[in-house]
């Protein structure tokens, strides 16, 4: 009987995973649609990227949820949209902001008998509401209480403390002699590191200026945003970051060479978000400055991903996604040679990373939230582009299609399945879309209306995909439609999924 019930969870786990295919998503942070040559970059060489765009499926109607990084990722990983539980770009020390017993989109994985793993960017925050994290004893909860099996992390962003890699619950290579503490004010009676505070001593910032609020410790002669104290031994190296990133990336990959069980890898780089510190080996590769030349640096990482695929026998079964966690942004507190001031845009050099799209990070227009967005799944999606429109937002409920998974009225109630739009097979996508920024905004398919404090704009993007032209006042039904659904949509507690328009 044993013998039995044991087969039988043998069989079953077999029939889970039987047949799926490995997902890599490659996650760029700050990357606008018009970075990337196969979405019109003319200065900024990204052959990897543009073959990997060759060999896949292209949107140029894909979107981030949000036009800044925390919501879109909380997003990306819950099926939730970030304004639903006031998700925000976080500060040093915050707390997770994932819900431990909620359904991610590693735990679906999991569910599916995938491994799961996140090396780069977390910006999700780590740590139990009303507690402060002790980064120098087990570091939790995170990444792994919300369903990945392996983690190696940024644990905020670059351009904030703690300056640190952490390696499932630990600070990498942290000496106990020098403890680690991110606040304001210097621990009492502890012996550690101090390091310049860029306000009181802004010539401590050699390596580039802060231009506005990136100055409080300074690290490796950069501000940073936030205090740190001590952890000397553990500190990363900014111009090794990408190199780090892609040794942990690729010593996943190779433990999954000849393995029958799939794997779910989240490779979410920190270029080109600032400070941009390119390696010294992609410094002036471009006539963009550091922005330009992260962006090369960027596109390298996705071909050492892609090569590793090739190396251990994976390439062929798995789906590779690409997009980014938001639109672009230039001066954004260091003087990096990007622009010269912050009301000077860099396509006065002759490049713009929206493309022909208005706005960037932070705003509510397509620059915002239109993104570089291409899916490649050799033998099951068929190479080419895709003017569908759909959103990072769905793919938790578009993988629990393809796994024959069924969610939970609470489960990643914002998330609907394009699936079919993903696999190439649909031309239309999501019947509507929300965008967040400062404000929300709705898109039904060429029509959008934007609700921005008490201003209402209404933009046709077939004819005037740059939203140029506000024509609210000229369509008064259609922005009283509109605005009634997006009111639902903001009102409703149980999410989008199933809300049809009228």
């Known amino acids: 009987m044993k013998c039995s019930i044991a087969l039988s969870l043998i069989l079953s786990a077999v029939f889970v995973y039987a047949g799926h295919p490995n997902v890599l998503f490659i996650y760029g942070d700050d990357v606008g649609y018009g970075d990337v040559g196969a979405y019109g970059s003319k200065m900024i060489p990204t052959p990897n990227i543009d073959k990997l765009a060759s060999e896949g499926l292209r949107f140029t109607d894909g979107h981030c949820s949000a036009a800044t990084c925390t919501p879109s990722r909380f997003s990306l990983l819950t099926g939730i949209h970030g ?79 703690p300056c640190v890699y952490v390696r499932d619950h630990r600070v990498e290579n942290l000496d106990s002699s020098d403890p680690l503490f991110v606040s304001k004010q210097k621990p009492a009676d502890v012996d550690v590191t101090e390091y310049p505070d860029g306000k009181k001593n802004p010539e401590s910032m050699t390596f580039y200026r802060s231009t506005h609020g990136h100055n409080d410790s300074v690290i490796n002669g950069i501000g940073r945003i936030g205090f740190q104290w001590g952890g000397k031994s553990a500190l990363w190296d900014d111009a090794t970051m990408s190199d780090v990133f892609v040794k942990e990336a690729k010593d996943f990959l190779a433990t999954r060479k000849g393995k029958d069980e799939p794997f779910f890898l989240y490779f979410s780089s920190q270029d080109i978000h600032v400070p941009r510190v390119p390696h010294p080996r992609f410094r002036g590769a471009t006539k963009l400055g550091y922005r330009g030349d992260a962006m090369v640096q960027f596109d390298w990482t996705t071909g050492e991903l892609m090569k ?14 690409f997009s980014s966690d938001n639109g672009p942004v230039y001066d954004d507190g260091y003087d990096d040679g990007t622009t010269v001031h912050t009301s000077t845009k860099e396509s006065d050099r002759g490049h713009d990373g929206s493309g ?22 050799p033998g099951k999606i068929e190479p080419g582009v895709s003017d569908a429109l759909v959103n990072q937002i769905d793919f938790l409920a578009s993988f629990a299609e393809m796994f024959d998974i069924e969610l939970a009225a609470d489960d990643a109630p914002d998330s609907r399945s394009t699936l079919s739009a993903f696999l190439g097979k649909d031309a239309i996508g999501s019947k509507f879309l929300v965008q967040e920024a400062r404000g929300l905004a709705l898109r039904e398919g060429p029509w959008k209306l934007i609700q921005s404090g008490k201003k209402t704009e209404l933009y046709n993007l077939d004819k005037d995909p740059s939203e140029q032209n ?32 009228k």
Do not use: C
């Open 308 to 321: 590793a695929l090739e190396e251990y026998g994976l390439a062929d079964n798995t789906i590779v996604i």
């Open 356 to 377: 022909i799209y208005r706005g960037g990070k932070y705003q509510i227009y397509e620059g915002g939230t239109r993104v570089p967005f291409i899916i490649k799944w």
């Open 470 to 501: 506000n024509i609210a006042a000229k369509n008064s039904d259609r922005v009283k439609s509109m605005s009634d659904q997006l009111d639902k949509i903001r009102a409703t507690k149980r999410g989008v999924r199933g809300l049809e328009l």
């Open 83 to 161: 304004f639903r539980e006031n998700v925000r770009i976080l500060p040093p020390n915050a707390p997770l902001t994932i819900p431990t017993d909620r359904l991610t989109l590693p735990k679906l994985f999991k569910q599916a008998g995938y491994t799961t793993a996140i090396v780069g960017k977390w910006h999700l925050g780590i740590g139990a509401k009303g507690s402060s994290v002790d980064w120098n004893e087990e570091v939790k909860p995170g990444p792994l209480e919300v369903g990945f099996d392996w983690s190696f992390l940024l644990p905020s962003t670059n351009d904030r403390v």
